[in-house]
């Protein structure tokens, strides 16, 4: 039984590569494998050059679309997360909570769904109707303007989140988003025919985040 | 003369005719006799333990003639929402006990298995490629996951029985 509010610490890496967004990540994890009192949850967000990542669900992507698109300038990786292929660059708000879900909820169903709600709520401050739909993640109508791929061990959660602000989207027409044929994806910046930069959005996530999630944020 | 030798197997040695007479057929007497021996085994020694055993991470193992079969349980399966993957291990592979050994995805989330005994796996389930639903639909029969060898039998003193599970997933839920 949570008694109080969870605290998570927020943690802005601002521009970094995938590569060294996953070693963080990594060493968070370890962080809450290893305490023995209370667990550090922590929100990290950032920026990344452009890079295609996919899931466990490795089959529909062999070596040679690894060389496509790699060929486009664009680094690949194959990693521990849930859900299909996606696409971060700059101009795209990316989260990772590593959080403990014992001290929330156990179950990662919940958790996707919060993440849902809390990308959802931010997105109303802005004036847009966002929603769900049987694909996982935050749509407009029928374009996907937030991707969500997790991964859990323990109960403790890595990945997260990727919010279109004022990403280049010419780079998702050379995959098939998140596996959905038919269905697109938007920007804050589409949605509101302005320039939206992940900077505006950080604090408006992060006011959703601590409302959904219940939790008080500190800061470095 | 066939009946002589199943009585004569059932009195020397409980446990090593057990096989023998489960896979008879017909033989009425015979059966009755498998069922009864069955039910003594059960008390006297975990090596064919058919109850089902579980863990902490909501997996749970039933061990049949020496061979553990893996799975996740109904609060585990609820918990995760609709599985639309099973990464598991191969044929093979060598495990000790609390191993991540594969990871079920659901709602774009990939959740670790724990392997709940030490072990080599013998089996792994394929129809879950084409039908990940099984694990939700019938997480205790038609979704178990791998089946392997039992190294270390001392390890399934250590896990939850049933009661003792249904006690653990109340505590758990506060």
Redesign the interface.
Known sequence: ?SVGKAAVKVVRLGRISYRSALEVQQQHIKQHMDSCSTSPNTLLLCEHEPVYTI???QAPYPPEEEQRLKALGADFFRT????LITFHGPGQLVCYPILNLACFK????????ELERTVIKMCSTFGIEASTSPD??VWVGNHKICA???????YITSHGLALNCNTDMSWFDNIVP?GIVGKGVTSLSRELGRDVPPEEAIPKLLEAFTEQFNCTLTYN | MAMCTILRCASVSLTSSLPRLSNRNAVTPGRLLARTCYKRTLSTTTRFCAALKFTDKHEWVRVDSGVATVGISNFAQEALGDVVYCGLPEVGTKLAQSDEFGALESVKAASELYCPLTGEVTDVNDALADNPGLVNKSCYKDGWLIKMTVSVPEELDGLMDEAAYERYIKSIED
């Open positions: 039984m899931g466990i669900r521990n997360r849930g859900g156990k179950s990662v169903r919940w958790y996707v769904c996982t993640g969500i791929g997790i991964h859990c061990g323990r998140c």
